[in-house]
């Protein structure tokens, strides 16, 4: 959303055009959580973490020089105590971060994975561990709390596509599910990335060109993505498998 002017020669551009920050105004959210009554946003396009409470006031915004591009915030673990989580997708130079922040905005833990290639999602397993979906290297990785690297599972192996492409990871009835954004094939692995099974999510049956969230709602589970014609559904389903009704 900004215009630059870009000198071949001198390599330098200058920013010509671009859209004011606004508190409380997000300009591509990508993840949300809740902690302590307050709701954290990763608003991607701002380089930025907004703050609301429960009633959608604004509060504060949580920026810093590695904040670059947020892609997900997510509630973890550490001692008794429930923080904030950031992945920060970054770019080819700096590359990805991932920070644990206490309750006054301050980073507890802080790790450079140069060795990412553009990471797009990160889930929190049972507030003590991390996964996230390494996209371009279609990988899966694990992490505890101080954001050591546990274990990894390669997709494209287990999915048997050297282009599998998956988002963001979902953590389901105690399995992972990892699910390509444009074929439906999905690979499921237990909670510490131990292969399980794979099987297809038909979009087209729920009108569906994508699949960008699954949640479990109750016994159904609730499907959000890019629909084939028109509006996108909100689709509700009792199983992965079927159609909806």
């Known amino acids: 959303d900004r215009i630059l002017l870009y000198d071949h020669y001198s390599k330098k551009n200058k920013i010509v055009f671009q859209r004011s920050f606004s508190k409380g105004l997000l300009a ?10 307050l709701i954290y946003v990763s608003d991607r396009d701002n380089d930025v973490i ?5 009633d959608q006031n604004f509060i504060k915004v949580i920026r810093n020089s590695f904040i670059a591009r947020p892609t997900s915030v997510q509630k973890i673990g550490v001692g008794r105590e429930e923080f904030l989580s950031i992945l920060s997708r970054g770019d080819d130079i700096d590359g990805a ?8 905005g301050e980073i507890i833990y802080k790790k450079r994975f140069l060795e990412f290639k553009d990471p797009q999602g990160m889930i929190s397993i049972e507030k003590r561990f991390f996964c996230v979906s390494d996209t371009l290297n279609r990988c899966g990785i694990l992490l505890n709390n101080k954001l050591e690297i546990l274990n990894k599972i390669d997709l494209s192996k287990y999915s048997g596509d050297d282009r599998f492409l998956c988002r ?13 954004y444009h074929t439906g094939n999905t690979v ?12 297809r999510i038909i979009f087209s ?8 969230k699954i949640c479990k709602y109750k016994d159904n589970y609730l499907l959000l993505g890019k629909a084939l014609e028109g509006n996108s559904p909100v689709v509700l389903i009792k199983s992965l498998y079927e159609e909806p009704e």
Do not use: A, W
């Open 188 to 199: 499921v692995t237990d909670f510490k990335l131990n292969f399980i099974r794979n099987f």
């Open 168 to 180: 963001v990871p979902y953590f389901i009835e105690k399995e992972i599910l990892f699910t390509d």
């Open 50 to 54: 907004q703050v609301f409470d429960n």
């Open 97 to 104: 971060y991932i920070f644990i922040l206490n309750h006054e």
């Open 28 to 37: 591509r959210p990508t993840s949300m959580c809740m902690i302590r009554d």
């Open 205 to 212: 049956n729920f009108g569906l060109s994508n699949l960008r």
